[in-house]
């Protein structure tokens, strides 16, 4: 009975077998281990016991008032200057004053002498009173009248306002009087001249 040599292939199947296996128990043992849990995001039991993080310093640091404490751990602190800000205080304006400048009409003033009131007959008297400015200038002109019968009264009213006007207007006794009322007007004139001589 012969003996028949084993392939080549039987002979070498042991050793490629065994390389396949040692391969891939080293593959194996070089893969990280997967945690508990199956996700990545997880963290086994143990890894969690043994996980240590480190303390967070949160200590505030506190800047001195002053420059002279220090911040938690010996750092010397940043001081701060406080603002010196200075506001002026504001500046009182005096408003010009404003002087109204004095009304000086009366400043000097007249009262004449009685004019008589004369036309045929003596009517009355008529007595002007003038004022007059600092420099003498004739400025207002009134007049006072006494008459003895009602009829020289409607003529004194009438005539008196409108030579009081004229005095004014001329600033002197050369006025023109009042057409139909003559008697009145040279009495007018008369006590008005008088008045302007009498001025103090």
Known sequence: MSHRQPSLARRAFPAIALTAVGVGMVQALDRPAVPVGGALGNVSA???ATTTIAPVDTTATTLAPNGGASAAGGVPTAT???SATTVAPPVA???PATTAAP???G???GTGSPGQITERRNYGTVTVTAKFTAEGT???ASATYQVYDQKSVRYEEY???ILNKQAVAAKSANIQGISGATAVSDGYRASLQSAIDNKH
Do not use: F, K, Q, Y
Request: aromatic share 0%.
């Open 46 to 48: 143990a890894d969690a």
């Open 80 to 82: 701060v200057a406080p």
């Open 93 to 95: 304006t005096a408003a």
């Open 103 to 105: 009304d000086s009409c």
């Open 107 to 109: 400043a000097l003033s």
């Open 138 to 140: 004739l400025c207002s």
């Open 159 to 161: 005539s008196i306002p």
